[in-house]
């Protein structure tokens, strides 16, 4: 059975629409936080634990798709896991695929930013991120 590389594809995008969610609700979080606001802040805290729900779910199902055979599960591992910066893609789909993987890298990077930020100001010296 051939790997179904359309059906990564989407899902990928998906998991792309759910980090940029969770980067939206983080920067709502921020702003809801400086108001002191906490019933809102536990809402989007819920929004976004939602979201990491549908990311986790996205990727189950990318990872069931390779399941096949050991031959599916090589050329999934290589599509999911290669360095971006040393694969191009064959394929218009494979070259999608690398394409949403970078745009979600930057994405991850600015959310990983925007969540150092807010923990920064709540947890001050106990912040994850110590300064």
Not at 31 to 57: C, G, H, V
Not at 63 to 75: C, I, R, T
């Amino acid at each position: 059975m051939e790997l179904d590389v359309t059906k990564i594809m989407i899902l990928l995008q998906r998991k792309w629409n759910s980090i940029r969610e969770i980067h939206r609700l983080t920067i709502e979080l921020e702003e809801t936080f400086a108001r002191n606001d906490e019933i809102s802040a536990e809402m989007l805290l819920q929004l976004r634990a939602d979201e990491m729900e549908k990311i986790d779910q996205c990727m189950e199902e990318i990872w069931q798709l390779g399941e096949a055979d050991p031959v599916s599960y090589e050329k999934l591992s290589i599509l999911i896991n290669s360095d971006l910066n040393e694969v191009v893609g064959k394929t218009d789909e494979e070259k999608k695929i690398y394409e949403i993987r970078q745009k979600t890298q930057v994405l991850l990077n600015q959310l990983q930013e925007a969540d150092k930020r807010l923990n920064q100001k709540l947890a001050g010296k106990k912040s994850f991120y110590k300064k």
